[in-house]
């Protein structure tokens, strides 16, 4: 379904990103649990401050931590992955 309004394409935009950063969070989560990387920051994240439970729940599943880093302004938040035992 195409959307129809200005606020439908908003709202598709933004699931979009949403989607797209929990799919990269994920990714560096594995790749901290498998043993690639022992921390990786992703930065910039703008929609983190939402998908964070979700996010620290499946962290949480493998071993691994997510440490917020806010940010004063709103240019999005970074966020830190890494093992537990570190």
């Known amino acids: ?3 129809t309004s ?3 394409r908003t709202r598709m935009f ?3 990103v949403i989607e797209r ?3 990269t969070i994920r990714g ?3 790749m901290v649990a498998d043993g690639s990387s022992s921390r990786i920051v992703l930065g910039g ?3 983190a401050e939402e998908i964070l439970p ?3 729940a499946f962290a949480a599943e493998v071993g691994v931590r997510i440490v917020p880093l806010w940010m004063a302004d709103d240019a999005g938040t970074d966020l830190a992955i890494e093992r537990m035992d570190d």
């Open 1 to 3: 379904m195409e959307p």
């Open 45 to 47: 994240l703008r929609f």
């Open 21 to 23: 950063e929990l799919t």
């Open 54 to 56: 979700q996010a620290r």
């Open 28 to 30: 560096a989560i594995e």
């Open 14 to 16: 933004t699931g979009l």
């Open 6 to 8: 200005p606020d439908d």
